[in-house]
């Protein structure tokens, strides 16, 4: 069973930047796709960003060019990097153990508990 454990949230004000880590445990990390996802109060969860086994990216049009994905095998990690945060980016984020399918990046059952960004303006 895939363990992940989210951690680095915060509150920041906007403009500013936090580094979330998503550490992997249970698991063969090196052949996971991991993606990160949030969720707003009274909306529904939505995809941020994933990263494949061998470290490709993609982004949701809403970030992109301002969250950065990274992974390091050696320590079982993937790390969101959010700078220029806005007030909507405020929201639980939460990592992922998935798989790509072509293109897309697929979700996995297993899930971390979250972890609270809060962007004041």
């Known amino acids: 069973q895939v363990q992940l454990v989210e951690s680095g949230g915060g509150l920041v004000q906007a403009g500013g930047s936090l580094r979330l880590s998503c550490t992997v445990s249970?698991?063969?990390?090196?052949?996971?796709?991991i993606g990160w996802y949030r969720q707003a109060p009274g909306k529904q969860r939505e995809f941020v960003a994933s990263?494949?086994?061998?470290?490709?990216?993609d982004y949701a049009d809403s970030v992109k060019g301002r969250f950065t994905l990274s992974r390091d095998n050696a320590r079982n990690t993937v790390y969101l990097q959010m700078n220029s945060l806005k007030p909507e980016d405020t929201a639980v984020y939460y990592c992922?153990?998935?798989?790509?399918?072509?293109?897309?990046?697929?979700?996995?059952?297993?899930w971390g508990q979250g972890t609270q960004v809060t962007v004041s303006s």
């Open positions: 992922n153990a998935g798989y790509y399918r072509g293109s897309y990046y697929q979700r996995g059952t297993s």
């Open positions: 249970g698991g063969t990390f090196t052949i996971l796709a």
């Open positions: 990263i494949t086994s061998g470290g490709s990216t």
